[in-house]
């Protein structure tokens, strides 16, 4: 069973930025596609970004497009989302997810982080 771990979640002002983590542990970590996706509170679970195996392709949610930014580290076992001008309304608790294929759907993806909150102030 894979074990996702995700840092870098924080209180940010509005405008700033945070680089998020995600570490997956166990073998075959390249062969999957990463995802990051978040909840805010009463609100249900929603994409954000993807990152295929070999980071060719990468989708966002247009929520975020130009903002965020995606990577991965098949070395490091990682998974990075880079976030930038940070508005209110991107606070949420933000987890990685690994999946076989390329996809927005929360159903696609079969393991997921625990979370890591991440709050940006007005």
């Known amino acids: 069973q894979v074990q996702l771990v995700e840092s870098g979640g924080g209180l940010v002002q509005a405008g700033g930025s945070l680089r998020l983590s995600c570490v997956a542990s166990g073998r075959s970590f390249s062969s999957y596609f990463m995802g990051w996706f978040r909840q805010a509170p009463g609100k249900e679970r929603e994409f954000v970004a993807a990152i295929s195996q070999s980071s060719r392709n990468t989708y966002y949610a247009d929520s975020v497009k130009g903002r965020f930014a995606i990577s991965r580290d098949n070395a490091k076992n990682s998974v990075y989302l880079q976030m930038n001008s940070l508005k209110p309304e991107d606070t949420a608790l933000y987890y990685c997810?690994?999946?076989?294929?390329?996809?927005?759907?929360?159903?696609?993806?079969?393991?997921w982080g625990q979370g890591t909150q991440v709050t940006v102030s007005s």
């Open positions: 997810a690994r999946g076989l294929i390329g996809s927005r759907r929360t159903n696609d993806y079969g393991d």
